[in-house]
């Protein structure tokens, strides 16, 4: 998805696990490659088995493609980071990626970017 300001950036997802996620940790990085920044974000319950998460991004550069990776924390420890997405800030266009990201630990997080 592509942002509607030069440098700032909203990202959701949310996440179904029969186990209560504790924690979700967010990283992003320049695409297609660069150094990971991690974000330690709080899940909030949206019904049964499903766990929402939220993270304004701000600093980015202008006119730029990032990708993003979202993992998991439950009774069961971390899962693994699901596939990677990608999104821009205004002025850029993003590399073609899936909406749909998994998580171990039967968890799996689907990507709403606004």
Known sequence: ASGHSENTFLLEWTSKSFTKIEEFLLETSLSPSGSWSSYRVVPTPEGAYHFAGKQFLTDLQPATPYRARVSAKNGEGWGKPGPEWNFATKG????PASVT????????STVFML
């Open 92 to 95: 850029a266009v993003p590399s």
């Open 101 to 108: 990201a998994s998580a171990t630990s039967s968890s799996s």
